[in-house]
């Protein structure tokens, strides 16, 4: 787990500026503070910060094959590499280190991007390759470690893992991009592919950039993985291999040449996590947990049942609120404006457990993959009631009605209908979106002045959502909402939330429900094992009946919130 960045020339070769390399990497040293390597050629130069996680004595980058053809600055963590090695070896290749970054070098030698399809794990990289000249950026599949990029006013292209390192190699600050602006308002981060300067990029998970010295131009991303949504089936014993997927998901993410640990909330993600962390070590794992004084928000009377019954050594910090954390330290953390409250919490955590390891598994991801949010049903139940009412119906009858409705605060609860009249009105991914913004289209609107409202030309967020639901245009309308959320939640809110705050304090987080085959084998079941009446993640909890108490799988759903008031 580390920062990288880089500067390349899209002219011609020439000399790369040092100073503005050294500055990008500087910028990253809360990423890798075991270490910093710069690599320069005609062109091109690359610069790395090492958190040092296996091979702590070697591996330091930017590392190049013994022939020099291939140089590799890459942040993140593969798993299971042991076969690819194995096969590599009896390809002719020799390996000088037991990190996983030399696997990429050598497995680009041999089969140039083709490399990605047998990478398991999380993972933002620069490969640069001499003999052809060209320099590859790739992104993991779900989006667990970040990439940046953008163009120069002096023509090369910068690189790095987080935005202010990037905007380091910039002499002025790019301006505000106004649909970034209204995404932001909507969701309260800014989904991929946009940042929130005009020009800056995010690369998206999943996606590959290859650029060829001279090219003059950059092109679009290419994708190189989706998740796969083929016609559902039901397993046999669907509930039998979860566990079983799962638990080899978590035993992957135990190898660690440091000490390794969990965060454990109480939910049933994290307990699970857990649960099968403590079994595959047959020892006792650390545990964190943050509580709140306020009990509508503390869950660790949870977080102990499952820490009792593991023998886990727990440890709870008690979360107070601290304005130089909220405002300072987390604005310099996210380089862009983000609005998750649980940022807080998730930032406070993650200190604590850098003081006694340097790994945490975490729970994340469940949710997206596996229908754990409440909204989830409310969907479902709405997109069952569009369906049998005439488009003309919705839009023409239900959307005056939805507009004239007064707002629902005051009203007995059987009244409160705004919201969904609004839903019903519009599309499945207008109702999708409802549920997902947190300020609905009018109270943007008012929010914007008029000159702003003009620079944005009519454009809406609910776009992000409809353009990833045209590629799932064919599945059932809880698969298609689950597919969204994993395109644009889960990379832009989620693991920007657990990547940024983790990484702060040079801890590396590691996710095992988003091992990318367990997430492809989770998009084949059939939605009703995911949702059965109420129930979210039900499946999931089928699984976890042998190993977690009912009091912890079956409780309503309490989120990581902080009393943010």
């Known amino acids: 787990m580390c920062g990288l960045a880089g500067l390349f020339d899209l002219q011609g070769t020439r000399a790369v500026d040092t100073r503005r390399l050294a500055l990008m990497s500087a910028r990253l040293q809360h990423r890798g503070p075991d ?48 076969p690819t090695v194995a096969e590599l070896e009896r ?16 497995g680009w030698r041999e089969w140039g991007r083709a490399a990605l399809d047998r990478f398991a794990g999380m993972f ?49 600050v790019p301006p505000l991009d106004p649909q970034a602006v209204e995404e932001y308002f909507a969701f309260g981060y800014v989904p991929e592919p946009r940042t929130i300067h005009r020009g800056i990029c995010k690369l998206p998970p999943g996606h590959l950039l290859s650029i060829r010295l001279r090219n003059g131009s950059v092109p679009l991303p290419e994708r190189y993985w989706d998740i796969p949504l083929a016609t559902p089936r039901e397993p046999a014993t669907p509930a039998l291999e979860l566990a079983d997927r799962l638990r080899e998901a978590v035993r992957e993410r135990l190898v660690a040449d440091v000490p390794l640990g969990a965060f454990l909330s109480g939910g049933v993600d994290s307990s699970a996590v857990t649960a099968f962390m403590a079994l595959e070590l047959g020892a006792t794992p650390r545990t964190f947990s943050v509580g709140f004084d306020d009990a509508r928000h503390d869950e660790t009377r949870y977080a102990a049942m499952v820490a009792e019954r593991y023998r ?4 709870v910090l008690r979360a107070e609120a601290d304005a130089e954390i909220m405002v300072e330290r987390l604005s310099a953390t996210y380089g862009e404006p983000f609005a998750d409250a649980s940022a807080v919490p998730t930032w406070l955590l993650c200190r604590e457990a850098k003081r006694h390891v340097t790994v945490a598994l975490s729970g994340d991801g469940a949710d997206e993959v596996f229908a754990g949010y409440r909204r989830h049903a409310f969907f479902r139940q709405e997109e069952r009631v569009r369906s049998l ?6 839009s023409h009858l239900l959307g005056p009605l939805a507009a004239a409705w007064p707002r629902g605060d005051g009203l007995p609860r059987p009244l409160r209908a705004k919201a969904t ?19 609905p289209p009018a109270e943007r609107q008012a929010l914007f002045s008029g000159d702003f409202r ?12 409809r353009g990833h639901a045209a590629r799932a245009a064919h599945t059932d309308p809880l698969t298609r909402a689950l597919y969204v959320e994993t395109k644009v939640l889960l990379p832009g809110g989620m693991l920007t ?14 996710a095992p429900f988003l091992d990318h085959r367990l997430v492809e084998w989770a998009f084949t079941l059939p939605s009703h094992l995911k949702l059965a009446g109420g129930t979210g993640k039900a499946v999931l909890k089928w699984a976890l009946e042998p190993y977690l108490p009912r009091e912890v799988l079956y409780r309503p759903k309490q989120g990581f919130s902080p009393p943010l008031a």
């Open 91 to 106: 390809r002719g290749h020799r390996f000088r280190t037991q990190c996983d970054t030399e696997m990429i070098v050598h």
């Open 454 to 465: 003009q620079a944005l030309g009519g454009y809406g967020a609910v776009e992000v959502l």
């Open 124 to 172: 933002a990289l620069a490969v640069w390759d001499r003999q052809a000249q060209t320099l590859t950026l790739a992104r993991d599949r779900l989006g667990e470690k970040p990439l940046y990029y953008g163009v120069t006013p002096d023509g090369f292209l910068a690189f790095a893992s987080e935005l202010p390192a990037l905007l380091a190699a910039f002499a002025e």
């Open 389 to 394: 009412l005439p488009d003309s119906f919705r």
């Open 35 to 82: 270490g910093a390597g710069t690599w320069l050629s005609p062109g091109i130069g690359l610069a790395h910060r090492r958190l040092a996680i296996r091979d702590v004595d070697h591996g330091a980058q930017p590392m190049s094959g013994e022939d020099g053809a291939i140089t590799v600055v890459y942040n993140g963590e593969l798993y299971g590499i042991a």
């Open 421 to 439: 009249l609004e839903s019903l009105a519009g599309d499945a991914m207008a109702g999708l979106f409802r549920g997902m913004t947190l300020l």
């Open 312 to 315: 886990t050594d727990h440890a």
């Open 497 to 510: 939330k657990v990547d940024r705050a983790s990484m702060a304090h040079g801890l590396e987080v590691r």
